[in-house]
């Protein structure tokens, strides 16, 4: 099983910034790709901000050059730092990971989310 927790969202004003955290424990090791997707209300939940499981960091058309995705590995915590907010981030973001053991993969993890309110 794998655990997460986020911290950090709060309420920013348009243009501001805000970091994310997601500390990850539990059977770390067996996570493939973990990343941050957000959730507006009355919408989906969509992806932004994601790293492959050979590492590599994608993000959606609406978070390039705005969010950056990393991690450290040595505290197990990923991290979403968001710079120039914009009232349309507004969402709960939400840390995923997806592991995989003897004879099941894919299995997705949630975090409980952290809201983020950004006012123009």
């Known amino acids: 099983q794998v655990q997460l927790v986020e911290s950090g969202g709060g309420v920013v004003q348009a243009g501001g910034s805000l970091r994310l955290s997601c500390r990850i424990s539990?059977?770390?090791?067996?996570?493939?790709?973990m990343g941050w997707f957000r959730q507006a209300p009355g919408n989906i939940r969509e992806s932004v901000a994601t790293f492959s499981t050979v590492g590599t960091a994608l993000y959606a058309d609406s978070a390039k050059g705005r969010f950056t995705i990393s991690r450290d590995s040595a505290k197990n915590t990923l991290y979403l730092q968001m710079n120039n907010l914009r009232p349309d981030d507004t969402a709960t973001y939400y840390c995923?990971?997806?592991?995989?053991?003897?004879?099941?993969?894919?299995?997705?993890?949630w975090g409980e989310g952290a809201l983020v309110t950004v006012s123009s």
């Open positions: 995923n990971a997806v592991g995989s053991w003897p004879g099941i993969d894919g299995v997705n993890f």
């Open positions: 539990g059977d770390v090791f067996k996570i493939g790709s």
